[in-house]
């Protein structure tokens, strides 16, 4: 396994839409294991491979406690939401920045796992956002675009600013 580099926002790559996975395959499968070993150093609860610059449509969650439950969805899709909830959210590619936003508090998720196989999973609480979440980076959005525009500037400022120190 490897841990691969994560894009910071503003980067412009994490605006591009991922593409269906045709082959669920060993590449695939690695592809899914370096980024549950990327986002369990980052350390996060999510990780959609578009934040590693591979637009393909996978992501691997594990919102558990001891980090026991990882989870991969490849395509994945919601067929039904209900509710709405609000919570403070964060993302590996934004480091640093939290801010509200409002998310469906129950969906049901359809996906191939491993495997190739097809599964469906309704979730709520955490586990919905985070599908929310990653599911909004393989369609090319990231979680400050549901903010103010005042504070999207500034944390683009904030990011830029940032990203320029750690490079210089």
Known sequence: MARL????????RLHKKAAPVLHVDAKIRQLAADMAETMYAAPGVGLA?????VHQ???VIDVSEDKSQLQ????PEIVAREGECEGEEGCLSVPGIYDVVFRSAWVRVRA???????????ADGLLAV?????MDHLQGKVFVEYLSR????RIKSKMV????RVTA
Do not use: R
Request: net charge negative; proline share 9%; charged share 20%.
């Open 161 to 164: 600013k940032h990203h320029s």
């Open 5 to 12: 580099p994560i894009l910071i926002y503003p980067d412009p």
């Open 72 to 75: 991969v969805f490849i395509n």
């Open 150 to 153: 005042l504070k999207q500037t």
């Open 57 to 59: 449509q996978l992501i």
């Open 112 to 122: 191939l796992d491993l495997n190739g196989k097809p599964f469906e999973l309704e």
């Open 49 to 53: 491979a578009s934040q590693v610059d």
């Open 130 to 134: 985070c599908i929310q979440h990653e």
